[in-house]
């Protein structure tokens, strides 16, 4: 197989120019406003070590409005402004809307990446685009899954790239499988485990992780003997091999006490569990910091619910903005008390954003065009609004940001080199990122 | 006329060691002219002795006689310094050969072409790799077509691109292109030339010229030839390749630094990019592809595995002759025969998709015949589960989705399927029909398949995939990388379908129909490409109406170069567990099968017993090479590609729930089905399913038999060892560890019987005596639960042994 390296050049801006010319123009005046060491610093930017250890990634499925969240329009006419209340937050200048409340509180504790656009307006193939940073090569619509028939997504490389640690799996999916969150032609080892329950449920527990019903311990240990006992001096190659340590992994999850506690989400203090809040994301997000504590690299967590075609802002208002907002701002406090927010990384986006018109039906429909994304954490500065829309929430006014942007910021703050290639099912060799940028004002 | 290199260029020396008195020192070429400023001509050094050859071209001592006039290095690689004439001496153990060397064409050298030799700099260098300026969108504006396929267009962007910035001609040592390539400015790339190598001389030479795209004087290649092109060689041995263009004029320079070397196999021969190949200590075999501009050459190396004594095993037929020769060859004893309980185990998984039954497993195992092995062969063609198990198969490849092509229309061709499974159609007449099918997509025919193929293009793929078991995707962009097909050949292929049309019918429902049509645009051109079959001449459409009952003539004909291998490949890769050719759909001159005289061989026996796929799977069954053991012994541990001992299989998602079904004796209830049904019978692809989901049901989105998924995973393991589900199943109240444990059979009688019925095996002294600790108690239901788990979540369960 062909194994060559080659290093992507990092030192593309996201409209092509290169270095040089962008100097040549910057004279001119049209980028006046950086300076000749932050662009140094954007090249070497992609070479950093990293600080970030594991990433939770919070994916709001359908479609966040990002004009009635983090993106508010308060100058704009009624049925582009919608009728949500803008508000303050901790940072002066900067502005949410009014169901945003508690993010509003630490705004300077992450950074809301508001020129971030693309051109797919599918669910599944938008959530396939930002997962993997390839263009889907199926129609959107209904896509059960998995999406992920050649290209791994974001979790799976993560997952690979950063390798296992600790007593529970590297990369997690709850509380059911993203749909564009599959391996790939990476394969079943990349794929994740997904907790396919509600943890806010007071029934919550992993599937096949409970005890089996009428199963004594003793009972229990008698079965592993005789299992011991059949497999031992059986010498095992090749999948059968992997299928060993894969029983291995499974009985140590089984039993490992450590696992164990770590999905025992019950154990939570009542206030810890309430200030996440007890609605489906809230207590996902609260679970996905015991993995990430327990040394799982890539968390994926997918609320869905964000398609809001018609009548949107009463379910906005109700069942959307708030249950997500209390869960990323929970979060990001827990994580920060914990001395965790350093090495996490939480991220929080759609596939889309909405259209800024309202439409006849009190709804808003696609929009990739403009769209809101949050950092937090794992070595990125906080406290920032990067780039911005225009007065009608349509399309960003400079600069934007792409799924390849995103994708190689995210790797980069977690050490991980985007330029890396793995030979494709073809042997076409495949980069974890296709182009893009670091997002360097992004970067501590 | 050309020469051929190895029979008259070699100078031969006779050495006197003491070991052995015939050794010989093979010298190429016997004399060497070097008509540029930057070609170079690689000197290839053999010691050969009886026994075998090696290679010594970096171990000799070279001495030029005027140094003036040519250089050489410790790899055997002569540079010109000045015009003129001298000699090489080769000198090795007493021996010494004199080579004649030439050097003209310095003073004056005639013009660089950039088509000719710029391009193969580029490529070398990695420059319009994939990963580089040759991707679709190019890298820092820079773009190239991938590996130089399209060199207008890459002389475009060098020479007039970005204003023209690249080169500069009043400073040629100051262009963009070689100061970047030399890594003397800041690259992403990093250095992709050295500075004043012959690479970098000739670029600028290039530029200093005046950058011409081509030149009078310079003419394209036409082939390439490597030299040695089947070699044999030891554990940690290497061995220098030389490779030599020939242009249209005869004429044959040594292009050995500028091709690239991919082994096929880097766990047993790695390659270098001078060309170097070195063997590992894994026996075995590997195709080093060698590619020069859109040429290839492939050189076979093979490493034998030395101090075996082969002992040939016996043959049931040919499939066992053509592998005990490969076998013997490279040092490899093949493993035992497998005992009858494996053989009654695999053949059945493999057959039926079934796991035999304690009643079967106890009656062929005390079966005394001598015959019972084929016998059973016969029994299990024969049963029903036969069509459903490759009805399931075949639907997946023909993807059978229900969501693309509706239920019914899954139903339609799930039926169609089982029915000339049932009926053993012969493979070619199924084939014709699949390729000119219309009618509505609901009906009980091949129609569906048409549905899911929605594009002339997406149509072409995925039937010279499945069906020819050659891949052209990779040339809808560019010229496929290590392959003859072009974009001409992609669009040539799509124009058979260009007639094709989904039609709504009244009712709401679909109906593929296909007439007329007109040739498919190229890609990159937009010109019209007439229609035709991979490697044929244009097609004729004059008496037909679908253009593709031209191409199913084509695809179907006795002659076709791909049809047969590509079935007979995907027959034995299924019941091999590895194909001769691997990925099993991806057959081509530079992918060679790990052994070509069984792969034409059973290509023919597939020709022979005229598509017949019962017949022919009946042979591949009672080969002694499919009942081999998958114990291994110290030769054949390591083999992975020549079929010297069983491989384990991964039961399908399917087949495993079926197996757990069965050994438990409590149906799976599918939602929607009787009771009682089969996984491997249901139809409906997007049924949910966790089991199905976890254990890799494909979803048919492509042809690809990649697209099963048998890798394990830690959920995989979680279920079988602690799931409600199949707890329920181990202690139902009408399922087979119930039933044993409240019938009057003694506790080992009980252990046995779990043991046919999910190992189809009897336990050994050592397992009766453990499994016996379970009976310890007073409660024998748990006993026959404990036990039925244990073995249930063996590996000797989830694997096809």
Redesign the interface.
């Known amino acids: 197989m062909l194994n060559y390296r080659f290093r992507n050049s990092p030192q593309r801006f996201c409209d092509g120019l290169t270095r040089r010319q962008m100097l040549r123009l910057g004279s001119t005046g049209l980028f006046a406003g950086l300076s000749l060491p932050q662009l140094l610093r954007a090249d070497e930017q992609d070479k950093l070590p990293g600080k970030a250890k594991a990433c939770i990634f919070l994916f709001l499925e359908g479609g966040p409005p990002h004009q009635d969240t983090f993106d508010p329009k308060p100058d704009a006419p009624a049925e582009i402004r919608g009728p949500f209340q803008t508000v303050p937050t901790s940072v002066p200048g900067t502005f949410f809307t009014e169901h945003c409340r508690e993010t509003a509180k630490i705004a300077h504790k992450f950074t809301v990446i508001r020129s971030h656009s693309h051109n797919d307006n599918g669910h599944s193939t938008g959530y396939f685009y930002l997962m993997t940073g390839r263009r889907p090569n199926f129609p959107d619509g209904e896509h059960p899954i998995p999406t992920n028939e050649l290209y791994p997504s974001l979790g799976s490389i993560v997952g690979r790239e950063l390798g296992a640690r600790g007593s529970v799996p590297r990369y997690i999916n709850m509380p059911h499988p993203m749909s564009a969150g599959g391996p790939g032609f990476y394969g079943a080892e990349y794929a994740p485990f997904v907790i396919e329950a509600d943890p806010s449920q007071p029934d919550f527990e992993v599937k096949d992780l409970g005890q089996v019903e009428g199963l004594s311990a003793e009972r229990s240990s008698l079965r592993q003997k005789l299992l011991a006992g059949l497999e031992r001096d059986r010498p095992r190659q090749g999948r059968a091999a992997a299928m060993s340590t894969y029983y291995t992994k499974a009985y140590d999850l089984i039993t490992s006490p450590e696992a164990r506690k770590a999905f025992a989400i019950q154990s939570e203090p009542r206030e810890v569990r309430e200030a996440y809040g007890m609605t489906q994301v809230g207590q996902c997000a609260l679970l996905g910091r015991r993995m990430v504590e327990a040394g799982c690299r890539f968390v994926g967590i997918d609320a869905p619910g964000w398609d809001v075609h018609f009548n949107c802002f009463p379910s906005l208002q109700g069942d959307l903005i708030p249950p997500a907002d209390r869960a990323f701002a929970a979060l990001i406090n827990d994580l920060e008390q914990r001395g965790l927010l350093d090495s996490t990384l939480v991220v929080m986006m759609g596939e889309m954003g909405r259209t800024p018109r309202v439409n006849a039906e009190a709804g808003r429909d696609h929009w990739s065009m403009a769209q809101s994304a949050c950092f937090a954490g794992g070595g990125t500065k906080p406290g920032l609004i990067i780039g911005a829309t225009d007065k009608q929430a349509a399309a960003p006014v400079a600069d934007p940001i792409g799924v390849s942007d995103i994708l190689r910021t995210i790797h980069t703050l977690l050490g991980i080199d985007s330029d890396k290639e793995y030979p494709d099912p073809l042997g076409r060799p495949l980069p974890i990122v296709n182009g893009g940028r670091v997002i360097s004002e992004l970067i501590a | 006329m050309l020469r051929n290199p190895l029979s008259t260029c070699v100078a031969v020396v006779a050495l006197l060691m003491a070991t052995s008195a015939s050794a010989q020192l093979q010298v190429s070429p016997t004399t060497v002219t070097l008509d540029r400023p930057e070609s170079s001509q690689q000197i290839l050094v053999t010691l050969v002795t009886e026994q075998r050859r090696q290679d010594l071209t970096r171990s000799v001592e070279y001495v030029v006689e005027s140094p003036a006039i040519v250089t050489i290095d410790r790899e055997g690689l002569i540079h010109p310094l000045a015009e003129g004439t001298t000699r090489l001496l080769v000198k090795h153990a007493g021996g010494e050969a004199a080579i004649p060397v030439t050097v003209s064409g310095l003073v004056e050298p005639r013009a660089v072409s950039f088509l000719h030799e710029i391009q193969p700099v580029l490529t070398k260098g990695?420059c319009n790799?994939?990963?580089?300026h040759g991707?679709a969108?190019g890298?820092?504006?820079f773009k190239l077509s991938l590996l130089g396929f399209d060199a207008e267009s890459d002389y475009a962007a060098l020479v007039a691109d970005a204003r023209g910035r690249r080169l500069d001609f009043a400073e040629p040592e100051t262009s963009l292109v070689l100061r970047k390539g030399a890594a003397q400015s800041?690259?992403?790339?990093?250095k992709k030339i050295e500075f004043g190598r012959p690479e970098y001389r000739r670029v600028l030479r290039w530029i200093s010229e005046g950058a011409a795209y081509d030149v009078p004087t310079a003419q394209a290649t036409v082939s390439i030839e490597v030299e040695p092109a089947d070699v044999v060689m030891l554990a940690g041995q290497t061995q220098q390749l030389r490779v030599t263009a020939v242009d249209t004029q005869g004429h044959r320079h040594c292009v050995t630094t500028e091709a690239d070397y991919?082994s096929n196999a880097?766990h047993i021969i790695e390659a270098t990019p001078r060309g170097l190949l070195t063997a590992s200590d894994i026996p075995g075999e590997s195709a080093i592809l060698v590619r020069y501009m859109e040429h290839m050459a492939v050189c076979r190396v093979s490493l034998p595995r030395p101090g075996t004594n082969f002992v040939r095993p016996p043959e049931q037929n040919f499939v066992d002759a053509h592998v005990w020769n490969k076998l013997a060859r490279l040092g490899i004893q093949p493993s035992d025969l497998a005992d009858d309980a494996t053989f009654l185990r695999r053949v059945y998984l493999d057959t039926i998709g079934t796991l035999p039954t304690a009643a079967e497993a106890r009656a062929f195992l005390t079966d005394a015949t001598p015959d019972k092995r084929s016998r059973l062969v016969d029994a299990l063609l024969a049963r029903p589960e036969y069509a459903d198990y490759w009805a399931m198969r075949w639907t997946d490849l023909l993807r059978a989705d229900k969501?693309k092509v509706t239920a019914q229309g899954t139903v339609g061709l799930n039926r169609w399927v089982h029915k000339q499974l049932v009926e053993n159609r012969p493979y070619d007449d199924m084939v014709r029909e699949i390729l000119t099918v219309q009618g509505p997509v609901q009906s009980e025919s091949p129609a569906a398949f048409f549905k899911a193929l929605d594009a002339p293009e997406v149509a072409s793929r995925a039937i010279s995939q499945l069906f020819l078991g050659v891949?052209i995707?990779?040339a809808q962009c560019h010229h496929h990388p290590?392959e003859r097909w072009s974009q001409d050949d992609y669009a040539g292929l799509a124009g058979f379908f260009t007639g094709m049309a989904i039609k709504r019918l009244p009712d709401g429902t679909e109906a593929v129909l296909s007439r007329g049509g007109s040739d498919q645009k190229h890609p990159r051109t937009s010109l019209p490409v007439a229609a035709r079959a991979l490697g044929a001449a244009p097609a004729d459409f004059t008496s037909v109406h679908d253009r593709r009952e031209a191409l199913a003539a084509w695809v179907t004909a006795p002659d076709n170069p791909f049809f047969a291998s590509a079935i007979a490949n995907r027959l034995w890769a299924h019941y091999l567990g590895r194909g001769l050719v691997e990925?099993i759909d991806d057959q081509r001159a530079t992918n060679p099968a790990t052994n070509e005289p069984l792969m034409q061989a059973l290509a023919e026996h597939m020709r022979a017993v005229k598509f017949d796929l019962r017949a022919f799977t009946r042979t591949l069954l009672n080969s002694r090479v499919y009942q081999l053991a998958s114990s291994?012994n110290d030769s054949n541990r390591d083999d992975r590609q020549h079929f010297s001992h069983a491989?384990?299989k991964?039961l399908p998602a399917e087949v495993l729930l079926d197996a757990l079904c069965q050994t438990t004796g409590v149906p799976e209830k599918f939602n929607g089905w009787p009771l009682g049904v089969r996984s491997i019978q249901v139809w409906d692809n997007?049924m949910p399913s966790?089991f199905f989901?976890i254990f890799?049901r494909p979803?048919r989105?492509?042809v690809?038999e990649?697209?099963r998924?048998?890798?394990?995973?830690?959920?995989?393991?979680?279920?079988l060892?602690?799931?409600?589900e199949i707890?329920e199943k181990i202690?139902h109240r009408l399922g087979t560890a119930r039933k044993l444990a409240e019938s009057a059979k003694p506790a080992d009688e009980v252990i046995e019987d779990l043991f046919l019925g999910t190992l189809a095996r009897f336990p050994t002294t050592e397992?009766k005596t453990?499994?016996r600790?379970?009976f310890a108690g007073n409660n024998r239901r748990?006993a026959a639960e404990?036990?039925l788990?244990?073995?249930l979540?063996?590996?000797?369960f989830?694997?096809n042994q």
């Open positions: 990695r790799s994939g990963g580089c991707k969108e890298q820092n504006g800041p690259h992403g790339g990093g991919i880097g969501i891949r995707e990779c290590s990925p291994t491989r384990p991964a997007r966790y989901r890799g979803v989105a492509t690809c990649c697209e998924s048998n890798e394990p995973s830690i959920s995989q393991a979680l279920h060892l602690n799931s409600p707890n202690t397992e453990l499994m600790e379970a748990q404990d036990v788990w244990a073995v979540n063996l590996k000797e989830l694997y």
